[in-house]
Nanobody, 130 residues
Framework: QLQLVESGGGLVQPGGSLRLSCTAS????????IGWFRQAPGKEREGVSC????????IYAYSVKGRFSISKDNAKNTVYLQMNSLKPEDTAVYYC???????????????????????WGQGTQVTVSS
């Protein structure tokens, strides 16, 4: 069964850090670009970051640039999202998604077009509050 599982969410104070993990089972991430998305209560889901299949190219939403960092460990079949300087507005359910294809080996897909992604995880809650 092909599955993506997110972990690492939780409650953190403003200014704190969390590292989210997205682990694949049933398939190898070697040929997949991975994106992170989030959905806050009452809002539409939005793209946060994405990394190419090779891990050599990344993109970030303007709202998280300079604070979040995405990385890919193909040996562990896992993608990480390091989130620093967290703000209350970062509170959301965070999802990872996988996009398959050679197109995404060197350049990640857009984080504004969810149709590019083939598999989605169930999400992990991140709450930033004092």
């Amino acid at each position: 069964q092909l599955q993506l599982v997110e972990s690492g969410g939780g409650l953190v104070q403003p200014g704190g850090s969390l590292r989210l993990s997205c682990t694949a089972s049933g398939f190898s991430l070697d040929h997949y670009a991975i994106g992170w998305f989030r959905q806050a209560p009452g809002k539409e889901r939005e793209g946060v970051s994405c990394i190419s299949a090779t891990g050599g190219s990344t993109i970030y939403a303007y709202s998280v640039k300079g604070r979040f960092s995405i990385s890919k460990d193909n040996a562990k079949n896992t993608v990480y999202l390091q989130m620093n300087s967290l703000k209350p507005e970062d509170t959301a359910v965070y999802y990872c998604a996988a996009a398959y294809g050679s197109t995404w080996y060197w350049q990640p897909p857009s984080i504004t077009d969810e149709s590019e992604y083939d598999y989605w995880g169930q999400g992990t809650q991140v709450t930033v509050s004092s």
